[in-house]
C-alpha cells in the first residue's frame, strides 16, 4: 500500500513538473491585415483580468521592443500613458472603452493594439510553485475599425524540486513560492509571452503579425499568385 502511494506521488509530480507549456496556434486569413497595413501602433493600456496589480504594467512593458522590431512605429508607453492619466483616463479598461476614430485623433496612429491579461503571476500546487502568463490581444485599424489580427498566448514554467524527494519538494515549493511573491519571476514570462505572439512568423501565418513598412523584410511573406 505503500508503494503503491509513493508511485501514484511520483507519477503525479512527473505529470506536474516540467519546463514551459504554450498554447497552440493556427494559421490565420491576413488579407486584411495587408489591405489595411498600419505604419503606426498605439498600444493601449491592458485590461487586467489577474489578481496580480503588476500584470498590466508588467506585460505593457515588454510590448514595445517586439513590434517595434518587427517594423511598425510604437508610440512610447510613458508618453501614452501620461497623457491618458492627464485626461483622467486611468485603467484600460477605461482606455480600450475609448472610440477607435477619437484615439485616431488624438494619437494620429494607423491602428490600436488592445490587449487583455487573462492570467498572471504564481500559484502554489502541492509539489512545486506555478507561475503563469497569458494574454490575448487584437490590432484594430483606427479608421476603418476592422480587426486586422489577433492573437494569444499562455506561458507558464514550474519550480524544479524533482529530485529532492517528496519532503524536499513540498519545502521547495514553499521556498520558491516566496521567492515569486519578492521577485516577481512572472515578469520574463511575460516578456517571452510578448515576443512569441508578436514577432512575424511568415511559415505560420497568423502566428504573429506581419512584417511592417519599416521592416527590411515588409512584403516578403506575401503570398506569390
Not at 511575460?190 to 513598412?213: D, E, F, H, I, K
Request: contains cysteine; proline residues 6%.
Amino acid at each position: 500500500m505503500k508503494l503503491n502511494f509513493k508511485c501514484a506521488v511520483l507519477l503525479t509530480a512527473a505529470s506536474l513538473l516540467g519546463g514551459c507549456a504554450t498554447t497552440a496556434t493556427t494559421q490565420k486569413d491576413m488579407s486584411d491585415f495587408r489591405a489595411h497595413m498600419p505604419r503606426s501602433i498605439l498600444v493601449l493600456p491592458p485590461v487586467n483580468d489577474s489578481l496580480d496589480i503588476k500584470a498590466a504594467y508588467s506585460v505593457w512593458s515588454g510590448v514595445t521592443v517586439p513590434i517595434a522590431e518587427a517594423g511598425y512605429y510604437v508610440f512610447p508607453m510613458a508618453v501614452v500613458d501620461s497623457m491618458f492619466k492627464e485626461n483622467g483616463v486611468h485603467s484600460g479598461a477605461e482606455a480600450q472603452n475609448i472610440p477607435a476614430k477619437k484615439l485616431q485623433e488624438i494619437f494620429g496612429a494607423d491602428a490600436a493594439l488592445y490587449i487583455r491579461i487573462k492570467q498572471y503571476g504564481a500559484s502554489y500546487q502541492v509539489l512545486q510553485s506555478v507561475s503563469t502568463v497569458a494574454a490575448e490581444a487584437k490590432l484594430i485599424d483606427l479608421k476603418t475599425g476592422t480587426l486586422l489580427w489577433s492573437g494569444s498566448k499562455s506561458l507558464s514554467q514550474s519550480s524544479n524540486n524533482g529530485d529532492s524527494g517528496l519532503i524536499g519538494a513540498l519545502v521547495g515549493a514553499v521556498i520558491d513560492q516566496v521567492s515569486n511573491s519578492l521577485s516577481d519571476r512572472s515578469y520574463p514570462l511575460a516578456n517571452q509571452v510578448n515576443m512569441m505572439m508578436y514577432t512575424p512568423t511568415p511559415s505560420r501565418p497568423g502566428t504573429g503579425l506581419l512584417y511592417g513598412p519599416r521592416s527590411p523584410q515588409y512584403q516578403q511573406d506575401v503570398p506569390t499568385k
